[in-house]
Each structure stands twice: as C-alpha cells, then as structure tokens.
C-alpha cells in the first residue's frame, strides 16, 4: 500500500517568514495530493490540494509543488502569521480520485510555529 | 461540500467497556471513512464503510475490535469493544465529495 513520509515533525519560523514542509510517498499509481491543517483540539481541513497533471498550485500565501518523477511534494506558505501556526499534514490517495472513493494515506505531520 | 455530526463528542470510558459513535452526513454519500488520530499523531484509516454490504477494514484493524454499521446512506456508526487504554484517541468519520470532510472527532478516554 501507500506510504507517505513528511518532513520537519516540528518547524518554527519568525511572523514574516517562509515555511516549507516536504513529503514523500510510495505508490507512482497516488495522483491526487491535499495537505490538511488541523488547529489545536479541531478536526483536520483541507487547505489546499494538487492533483498530478499539474506541476504547482496557488492560493494567496500557500502554494504546493509536485514532482511526480521524484515522488515528493512540498507545501509552501510565505509572509507566515501566527494564525498559521498548527499541525499540517500531507496525504495521498492510492489509484488516483474517483468519486466518493478512494482512501487518503497521511502523513506524520508538521507542527508549525510561527513566532512573533 | 458536507456538513459531517458526530456523537459523543467526548467520553470517558472504563476499561472493558464498548462504546458507538454515531456519525450522520448532511447528504447522500457512497463510503464513509472511519479514521483514528492517537495523541499527538497522525490520522490513521480504520475502515471504509459502505452502504448495504461489510466494511473494509485496513491492515491492523478487525471488525470483532471494530464492529461498523452503514444502514443508509447518511449514517454509520462505529463501535469500539472491549476497551483498553490503548484505544484512547480521537475518532473521526468523514465522508469525501471532491475532498475529504471530516467530522469533529469522537475524543475518547479509556481509564
């Protein structure tokens, strides 16, 4: 089955900086990407998502990268602010998008802390 | 977009004990998706449930431990038997419709 890596576990950036936050996964038939981001003691939400006919993605201050060749994708957030700080995680999902179907395999997760 | 309920929000529970989380999704979906978040850890896929026929549990995972009901196409409920300690973690339902939706979490305690 799938298996995703994610990298730093933990990351702290100074209000104002970049952050990045990599992964890796296994299965080269995984064509569909989102990154979650959970807030203390709240349920995980999509923040943005990349699927694998395209190489970057964009929304305001995040963007994700893939390389499907390397297997690995990366979500970016520039100009960082406390609000941003939580855990993120990258996920895959095995055979690609169909419907209401298939399952997410996550990632570890990052905690991010942006301080002020 | 789907609006996912769940209930209990949080338990305590006693050792050896079951206790059923229920799950209702604001509309129709084919699966729903039963995952568990232990402390400080990722979201891990206990099962997917569908309607009119069994389960599919993930490696590590059994029904006996597990047991799932999906009796239309809103609703699921998922028990968890004979609790131990170990079993002390969020559980979420979510359902996909373009993403995945997650519901609040079931936070459980097993004492």
């Known amino acids: 089955g799938e298996n995703v890596e994610q990298h730093p576990s933990t990351l702290s950036v100074q209000e104002g900086d970049s952050a990045v936050i990599k992964c890796t996964y296994s299965d080269s038939a995984s064509n569909y990407f989102p990154w979650y981001k959970q807030e203390l003691g709240k349920r995980p939400q999509l923040i943005i998502d990349i699927r694998s006919n395209v190489g970057e993605k964009k929304d305001q201050r995040i963007a994700v990268t893939l390389n499907k060749t390397a297997k690995h994708f990366s979500l970016h957030i520039t100009e960082t602010q406390p609000e941003d700080s939580a855990v993120y995680f990258c996920?895959?999902?095995?055979?690609?998008?169909?419907?209401?179907?298939?399952?997410?395999?996550f990632g570890t997760g990052t905690q991010l802390k942006v301080e002020l | 977009s789907a609006v996912i309920s769940q209930k209990p929000s949080r338990d305590i529970c006693q050792r050896g004990t079951s206790l059923t989380i229920q799950c209702q999704v604001d509309s129709q979906v084919t699966m729903m998706f039963w995952y568990r978040q232990q402390p400080g850890q990722s979201l891990t896929l206990i099962a997917t449930a569908n309607q009119g026929s069994e389960a599919t549990y993930e490696s590590g995972f059994v029904i006996d431990k597990f047991p799932i009901s999906r009796p239309n196409l809103t609703f699921s409920t998922l028990t968890v038997s004979n609790m131990s300690p170990e079993d002390s973690s969020i559980y979420l339902c979510s359902v996909r419709t373009g993403e995945l939706f997650f519901g609040e979490g079931s936070r459980l305690t097993v004492l």
């Open positions: 996920a895959a999902s095995e055979g690609g998008l169909t419907g209401g179907g298939n399952k997410l395999t």
